[in-house]
Structures are given as structure tokens and as C-alpha cells.
């Protein structure tokens, strides 16, 4: 607003050395037209100054400072040509605080009001009132167009601000839905681990309680053999769940290979193993998720396909995928028909993160095969 200051001080004071200086008209009337602009500058610094620094200005407040403005100046410009000098200081405030058709409407006020009262009451020649009329039409054709300039920038401007606020916004949005998405993430990553280790480990444990409770009295050798399994699978619970905490491996993963681990596993789940193709280290996501789909398929086999079913596990090894099959010879079901649970939404759901697929076919009295198949780094066959 410094620059602002300045330019109207500078105006104002020009102005006042040119009435004052100049020869026509006489010495009163000059007098009182410079005295009717001194009103001009308190009625800037208290009401235009913080009128201009608003940003947008309130136009209804801005239509109120720029009549009292004309008031002042209008009857000053009418007595002596020399006040239109200020007139530069006004038309700029004009095309700041108002829309194009009212800062027109008042421009054309400040240029055009002077000159016409100026030729009715001091009747010129048709020399001077041909000057001031070019003069004040010159000014009224520059003044358009550089207002016209000025407000296309303001208006830029605000539509500037207007962007900016709306993408600080959005990104502010974005932040926000990265986080939510974040959370919903990890809280199906957990619930899906949860699933597939902690929870399966209980329903093996209410299992377990289950047939010692049988065998106490008829068969207390079996009995302990399920305690010792009991007491095996609250061990392996605890070391999942703390893997799950520490977000490691998990336990049978820990520092042991896929097949190794398979091989714990259904060994306790009484399953048939058979590993074929070249054996090979491969990314620990997709082992997981091998793993995590073994315990899937065999909870369900010893859930639904019946007691005295069996399971057989295949995991293949080929050039550029790893293939794991669970087979079960129980009893059975529709696909199209049966409910559909968290474990196999939560299997598929682990495949695609790998880019892999995840299929089950089963029909009633046929059994029950899950494969799944991800992709893995290809094998390089080295030259001698």
C-alpha cells in the first residue's frame, strides 16, 4: 500500500501546485477549488487506504468511498481545469474496487463531468473547449484500456488464489484418503494374518480340547499325545503372533525354506507332500503367500471334507512360476451355492497382491482342489 500512498500524495500535491499556480481562473475561485479538495485526504487514508488493501474489496463499500471521492473532486475539476490532474489518482481506484461496467460507468463520470460543467460555466472558446474535450475523451479511451488491463489481472489474480486454495484443499483431501486408504490396508493385512495364523491356531487348539475331553477315561495315552499337540500349537501360536507384532516372517518361514516349512505343516496336519521342479530361494512375499494358502486349504479340508478324509500337497517349482495344489478326497461342495468365507476371499486376495491367481474346484461327493499359481523371478540356467 506504500507505492499506493505515494502515487495519491504525489497526485494530490501536483494538483494543488497547479491551481495554486495557475493564472485563470481568478485567485478566489482557485482558492476554493483547492480548498474543496482537501477533504480528499482523510477521506483516503481513513475510508479508500483500507478500502484498497482488501482483497477482494467490498464493492457496496467501494461504490460509497468512490461517490464521496466524486463529491469532493466533481465541483473542484468543474471550477478549474487544473484539478482533472487528479483525476489520475481516482480513475486507478476505480478499476481496483469495482467490476468492469461499474469502473467504466465511474471513469467516464470523472472524465467526461468536469469538462461539460467546466464549457457551462465558463462558456470557452471553441479552441479550448475542443482541447479539453480530446484531452478528456484521450483520457476516458487510456483509461479504459489499462483499467481493462488492471482488472483482468486483479480478476486473474483471484481466480489465482481461488486454484491455489482449491489444490491446497485437494491435496489436503488427498493426504487424508492416503491415510484412511492406508489404515484400511494394513487393518485387511492384519485381519487377513490374524485369519490364517492366530485364529486357525485357536480353532485347532477348541479342536484339540475337544478330543482329550473324549479320551480321558477311554483312552488317556491318546489324550496326552493331543496335550503335547495342544502344547505344540499355543507355542507356534505365541511365535506367530509375535512374528505378526514384529512384522517378520513368519515362524515357520524363520530361517527355514518353503518346502521345509510345508513340510512342518502337514506333517501336523497328517497331509501327503511332494515337492517337484528345481528347489530355489524365492521373494519372501510370494512364500508367504504359498504358505499362508497351504494353512488355508488344509483348515478347510479338516473343517468341511470329513474326518476320515485325506489331503495331498503339491508345490511345483517351474521356470517362471510356483505352483501349489491341496487336494482333499472329502465330500465336497458347490461352488455356486456355497456361502462365501473370509479364508478363500482373503487367498485370492493374497495372490493378486503377487500378481498370482488363486482357483478352487470342488462338486459334491469329488472332493476339493485349491491351486494357486504366482509368478516368480525365472530360473537361469548357467553355462559352463
Not at 96 to 109: E, F, H, N, P, S
Not at 320 to 325: C, Q, V
Request: with cysteine; hydrophobic share 50%.
Amino acid at each position: 500500500m506504500l507505492l499506493w500512498d505515494v502515487y495519491f500524495a504525489v497526485a494530490w500535491v501536483a494538483t494543488q501546485i497547479m491551481l495554486l499556480g495557475a493564472e485563470h481562473p481568478g485567485w478566489p475561485v482557485r482558492a476554493v477549488a483547492a480548498g474543496l479538495i482537501v477533504p480528499l485526504v482523510p477521506w483516503y487514508v481513513g475510508v479508500g487506504r483500507r478500502l484498497l488493501g482488501e482483497d477482494p474489496p467490498d464493492e457496496r463499500r467501494a461504490r460509497a468511498y468512490l461517490a464521496g471521492a466524486a463529491a469532493l473532486f466533481l465541483p473542484s475539476a468543474v471550477l478549474a481545469g487544473e484539478t482533472r490532474i487528479l483525476a489520475f489518482a481516482l480513475i486507478p481506484q476505480c478499476f481496483m474496487t469495482l467490476r468492469m461496467r461499474g469502473a467504466l460507468t465511474a471513469v467516464t463520470v470523472i472524465n467526461v463531468v468536469p469538462v461539460a460543467g467546466w464549457a457551462v460555466l465558463w462558456r470557452p472558446g471553441a479552441e479550448d473547449l475542443l482541447v479539453n474535450t480530446l484531452s478528456a475523451l484521450v483520457t476516458l479511451v487510456f483509461s479504459a484500456v489499462v483499467g481493462g488491463w488492471i482488472i483482468r489481472i486483479i480478476e486473474q489474480s483471484l481466480e489465482r488464489a481461488e486454484l491455489i486454495a482449491e489444490l491446497d484443499a485437494s491435496r489436503h483431501e488427498i493426504s487424508r484418503l492416503s491415510a484412511v486408504h492406508g489404515a484400511l490396508t494394513e487393518r485387511e493385512r492384519f485381519a487377513r494374518e490374524i485369519h490364517d495364523t492366530l485364529a486357525q491356531g485357536f480353532t485347532s487348539l477348541l479342536m484339540l480340547v475337544q478330543a482329550v475331553d473324549a479320551e480321558l477315561d477311554s483312552d488317556p495315552a491318546q489324550a496326552r499325545r493331543h496335550l503335547a499337540l495342544m502344547d505344540e500349537t499355543a507355542r507356534r501360536n505365541l511365535a506367530e503372533a509375535r512374528a505378526l507384532v514384529a512384522g517378520g516372517a513368519p515362524a515357520d518361514l524363520a530361517g527355514a525354506s518353503l518346502p521345509d516349512a510345508l513340510h512342518r505343516l502337514t506333517a501336523r496336519q497328517d497331509a501327503a507332500l511332494e515337492v517337484t521342479g528345481p528347489v530355489r530361494a524365492l521373494p519372501a512375499g510370494v512364500e508367504v503367500v504359498v504358505l499362508r494358502a497351504c494353512q488355508e486349504a488344509l483348515t478347510n479340508a479338516r473343517r468341511h471334507a470329513g474326518s476320515s478324509s485325506r489331503a495331498e500337497v503339491r508345490l511345483d517349482y517351474a521356470d517362471d512360476t510356483l505352483a501349489l495344489s491341496v487336494r482333499d478326497d472329502g465330500c465336497g461342495f458347490d461352488p455356486a451355492t456355497a456361502p462365501s468365507g473370509y479364508g478363500l476371499a482373503g487367498l485370492r486376495a493374497r495372490a493378486a497382491e503377487v500378481g498370482g491367481t488363486a482357483a478352487v474346484r470342488s462338486a459334491p461327493g469329488d472332493g476339493t482342489t485349491v491351486t494357486v499359481r504366482l509368478p516368480v523371478p525365472a530360473l537361469r540356467s548357467e553355462t559352463p
